[in-house]
């Protein structure tokens, strides 16, 4: 079974730039795989961050970018700051058996 | 004002059934293909299944963990989504978000509601 990877854990200084990636186990994500970041603070739900591997959903601020890098969709975080401290979470569609697959999150430090 | 609320959540034994809605409010609901999402306590979102539009049928999908004992619906007429959950097992605990799944991506989501099976 394929499974979504994310980097579990990531800290980035106040200013900084943070990559985050969304990979597979088994192959490399491409845009045909729709990918897709989410944003979640403690207790709330989650907010739509960026869809389509770069298209920002709205009222998303332009320092939060989506790409594909080498095998693996990215979000970067550009001039972070502290209220980026989240847990962010990526979405592959990996076919129509499966059609979303969440990543096991990435918790983001800001310090 | 565009808006999910999920209801219905709550304690329930092993084995039971337990049956959620989502209210929608503030866009089109019958255009949209609706999923539910769970997130069990200190761990990440899971997507659990998703409905399409009666334009497609209203087809379902289901995540394996859940496919046979979980059906998700809905009602148009009220704007409204179900999850019915049946011979929940403890693993089930989690809070349940709804959420439109429009293009590619979910798009707007419901605040959670809190589902806890214990005995």
Redesign the interface.
Known sequence: QTVVTQEPSFSVSPGGTATLTCGLTSGSVSTSNYPSWYQQTPGQAPRTLIYNTNTRSSGVPDRFSGSILGNKAALTITGAQADDESDYYCVLHLGSGTPRVFGGGTKLTVL | EVQLVESGGGLVKPGGSLRLSCAASGFTFSDVWM?W?RQAPGK????VG?IKNKANNEAT?Y??PVKDRFTISRDDSRNTLYLQMNSLKTEDTAVY?C?T?R?????I????TMVTVSS
């Open positions: 999923s999402v990440g979102l899971e997507w998703r999908d995540a394996a978000y959420t799944e293009g590619s991506a979910f798009d989501w419901g605040q959670g």
